[in-house]
């Protein structure tokens, strides 16, 4: 006799089965389909972006967003709002099959979970940073101090491969008013939009590591990858298409082959002739980050009456 786990209506309870028995009753052979389970930020930088990936990829959830957990309508989809730092931990421990966190987060857990997509929001950095009016001059001024930080594993890796001896105060939340209240010389702590710091009289001075929101995984049995697989196809599908821009112009005939080599698009740019004799439309993709450089040497190269419209899914 063994104890497997098992869902109904998404609640987990437990079934026995004998050895034999044991292949058989898998977690969707109780006319309950499989649900992948998703654990994403409950409030912070990363909730929202987090909730509009999802929404992006078209899936619809029950009763709104705000609850501790919700179930998708139209995917095979449960949703579970967690604070970040218990993410990895979630997620290694099989809670939830995949979740959305920063790489900060991940590296601080020392999780053995999966990264399986870098998902290009939450973009920022873990900085130290230190009261505005202190001179800094560089890494060796923090050499016996007193730095506070919730990224206590981050920090020390940092100060070991500078060569530098620091006191790591560790703390789990409002790390910016450390040194205001004398617990600390410095911070280590996540910057985004720096108002943070910025409003608590601090400056950056080093950065210790880059960080984004990533999509992570556990141990997933075969039907839980098949539904993260369809669910990464729809990420990978909206990424894409937010990287890029629908445009439509207007060219002289003789410059065609010219304007077509700026924009060569997914396969080859569409040309349909205008009604005025001598011109053609020309309709094609481009890439957001090289966006201004093309549209000014389309230009340049006679093009006109140009249209860019963005891209709201972009299957390859
Ligand atoms: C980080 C950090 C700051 C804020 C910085 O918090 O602790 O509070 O973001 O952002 P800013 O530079 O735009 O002001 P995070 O969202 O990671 O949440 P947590 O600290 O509660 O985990
Ligand atoms: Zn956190």
Redesign the pocket.
Known sequence: MTIQRACCNGEPFFIYCSDDEKQRKTLNSMNQPRKVRIAI?K????NEDSIRLLKECGIEFENGMNKLKSSAINFPMEVLFL???DIPKYVEQGVADIGIV?E??LVESSAAVQTIEKLGFGK?RLSIAVPKDKNYSGVKDLEGTRIAT?YSIVLQKFLDEKGIKAEIQPIS????IAPGIGLADSIC???????????NGLKEVETVMYSQAVLIAGKCDAEAMRIVDRLLFRMRAVRKANHNKYVLLNAPNEKLEKICSLIPGMKSPTILPLAEAGWSSVHSVIEEDKFWEIIENLRDEGAQGILVVPIEKMVI
């Not at 939340?173 to 910016?176: F, P, R, T």
């Open positions: 930020q409030s912070g930088r990363l604070r970040d730092d920063g900060n987060v920022c919730t939340g409002s790390v910016e702590d996540i910057v985004s939009s720096g108002s943070t710091l910025f409003s």
